[in-house]
């Protein structure tokens, strides 16, 4: 589904992603694993279109994604990809319910079924009207794991998606995920830090300066 081809990208002098090369199959929730710095965040916005790269291909589905028009980047985003930021980037002005809804009210669809059902998975029922600045870090980073789930999207990027929360809600939506690929068939990479959070994937990499290994 998803073919890391010898990525390369600097930040100036920096060499972040040093001849990265992946391959993730439908089904597969693979983990990258590294530092803190180290370049995960780029690597995923790499993949999703949202950081141009200076060599190598990043091919999805058949498509260099990395040589796609921005406007077919974003349709991606918006149809096919669910993007987890390690930033959240919950809208502050709408309410959960409304910010979860968000990727299928983008496409035209008004399903509150599903958000509300997404809602629930990630344990925050009952907080669909609340607005964002009513909750605590953890639920917000749960209601940016809901938002990217809720369109069905075929490759999940999830970027620290468990940064903030405790032990207990951290494994019950890295098992949503888990879930969603494994039923779907869709497929995931998770960036952390956590060797821990990583104990669940199929696969699990790490990334350094030198590029990306297998670690089992
Ligand atoms: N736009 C930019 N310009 C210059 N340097 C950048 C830019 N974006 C990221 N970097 C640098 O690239 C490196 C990798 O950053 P990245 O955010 O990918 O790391 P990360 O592995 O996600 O770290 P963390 O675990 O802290 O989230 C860092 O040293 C960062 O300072
Ligand atoms: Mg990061």
Known sequence: ML?????????????????????????????VIG??????????????????????????????????????????RRDTFGFVFQAFHVLPHLTVEENVALPLLLRGISKREKARGLIAAVGLAGREASPPRELSGGEL????????????????LADEPTGN????????VLALMKDIVKR???????????????A???????????????LD
């Open 165 to 172: 929360l405790d032990p207990q809600n951290a494994a019950q």
């Open 141 to 156: 980073q749960r209601v940016a794991i809901a938002r990217a789930l809720v369109g069905d999207p075929k490759l999940i």
């Open 35 to 76: 530092d803190s710095g180290i370049g995960k965040s780029t690597l995923l916005n790499a993949i999703a279109g949202l950081e141009p790269i200076d060599s190598g291909a990043i091919v999805f589905e058949g498509k260099d994604v990395s040589r796609l028009g921005e406007e077919e980047q974003a349709r991606l």
């Open 184 to 198: 779907r068939g869709a497929a995931a990479i998770l960036a952390t830090h956590s060797e821990q959070a990583a």
């Open 200 to 214: 669940g994937c199929d696969r699990r990499y790490r990334l350094t300066a030198e590029g990306l290994n297998p």
């Open 3 to 31: 073919s890391l081809q010898d990525v390369t990208k600097r930040f100036g002098v920096r060499t972040v992603l040093n001849a990265v090369s992946l391959e993730v199959a439908a089904g597969e929730y693979v983990a």
